[in-house]
Structure formats: structure tokens, C-alpha cells
């Protein structure tokens, strides 16, 4: 249910979720399978507020199956994203500070996918 919206955004982080399950039940092959849904959705749609969670989330699976170059290309393009988002940002400094003071941000932005 979670990845049936007609929404690109909604869509991708429906398999972004997903993809977390199946992560937490140890899963890895039905997390890839998701994440490759919600990559493919986010090839066709601009959808930064999905973007950045999908890519962390590959990033953190790759790392986990010590695919490292492709990990950080993945945060690398998460980390690209929040700072586009963190840039559109500027005129809303309180919405801005708290995007980027936010954990998983931090994680993304520090360079190093959560593993």
C-alpha cells in the first residue's frame, strides 16, 4: 500500500519504506529490489524531498554489502540534494537550520553512510 499513490515523490518513498523493512528484517535482496523501484521512479521526476532519502538509503545499503565506490557515489548525490534543498531554503532560515541540523542529514552531509 505504501507505494501506490500516483505521486512521484509519494511513490518513491513508499519504496524508500519498503526498502527500510525489508532492511530491518535483514532482507537485502527485497531492500535492492525497492530501492531500485524508487531509483527508477526518481530517474522520470523532480523529487528532491525523496531524492536525498532514497539515495542515503542506497548509499547505507551498498556500504552494508561493502560496494563502497557506489556508496559514496550514492550519498555524494544525497549530499547534493540536501544542499540544493538546503539553498532553496535560505530566505526561511529556521525551516533551513532545521533540514540541515537534522541526524540523518548530518550522516549524509559528514560523509559517511550509516552502515
Do not use: F
Not at 526518481?42 to 523529487?47: F, H, N, R, T
Not at 538509503?57 to 544542499?83: F, V
Amino acid at each position: 500500500m505504501a507505494a501506490c499513490p500516483g505521486e512521484h515523490t509519494y511513490q518513491a518513498l513508499g519504496h524508500h519504506t519498503l526498502a527500510e523493512i525489508a532492511l530491518q528484517e535483514g532482507d537485502e535482496q527485497r531492500a535492492q529490489a525497492e530501492l531500485q523501484h524508487a531509483l527508477k521512479i526518481l530517474e522520470s521526476a523532480q523529487a528532491p524531498l525523496a531524492q536525498w532519502r532514497v539515495h542515503a538509503l542506497a548509499a547505507q545499503l551498498a556500504k552494508r554489502q561493502h560496494r563502497l565506490a557506489e556508496s559514496e557515489r550514492y550519498r555524494a548525490l544525497s549530499a547534493a540534494t540536501i544542499s540544493s534543498l538546503a539553498a532553496a531554503l535560505e530566505q526561511a532560515s529556521d525551516l533551513r537550520q532545521s533540514l540541515l541540523a537534522a541526524k540523518p542529514v548530518q550522516i549524509i552531509l559528514n560523509g559517511a553512510a550509516a552502515a
